[in-house]
């Protein structure tokens, strides 16, 4: 039996998914925030987006510099995740306000995040609005990954209502 629920309540139950940091803006403006809203919008070529609300100032610093960074986080990351989703880089330094430190990419003029895992650096090729967010679509020019990280130490988030939780990735269940 199954019950007709409301369209809030049925998106509840989707399946829980990553989080990221995405680092944005250059050298005296850098700036971090917390993403949920993330795809992979094709393969070859390698584009991936980030949905960003208009009222966030990583918007204005995405769209005049057309370049993010998408971070990994692991474990160690879960304070910054906070910290870069509760604050505005409008009124604060957000890498020193989460204790990080912004690294020097091989493609892009965004900060990478030195103490994220894995560093994804983009350049937009196309830009969508989608009701209260507008999807970024960058082009993947460069990768970096920590030689001891393993995928399954990325860290996933669960929206519930007003507030959420982070889950470890779970066990392997099948083979494809
Ligand atoms: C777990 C989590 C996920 C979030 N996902 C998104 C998202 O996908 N898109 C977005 O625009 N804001 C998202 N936010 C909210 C922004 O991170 C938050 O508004 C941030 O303070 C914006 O910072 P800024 O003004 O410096 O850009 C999320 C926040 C949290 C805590």
Redesign the pocket.
Known sequence: MKREVTVQDGLRQMPIRP?YLVSCGSERTN????????ALFSGKPCLVG????P?????D?IRKSREFVVNVIDEKLVDA??I???????DSD?FRLANLTAEKGVKVDAPLIKESPVNIECKIVNEVETGD?VWFIGEVLAAHVRDEYKWKDGLL?K?IGEN?FYHKVGEKIGEY
């Open positions: 989080v700036n971090i925030l917390s993403v949920g809203m993330f980030v949905g960003i609300a009222s966030r100032h990583s918007y610093l995740v906070r870069c989703g509760e604050n505005s880089g409008r957000k967010h988030f929206w959420g």
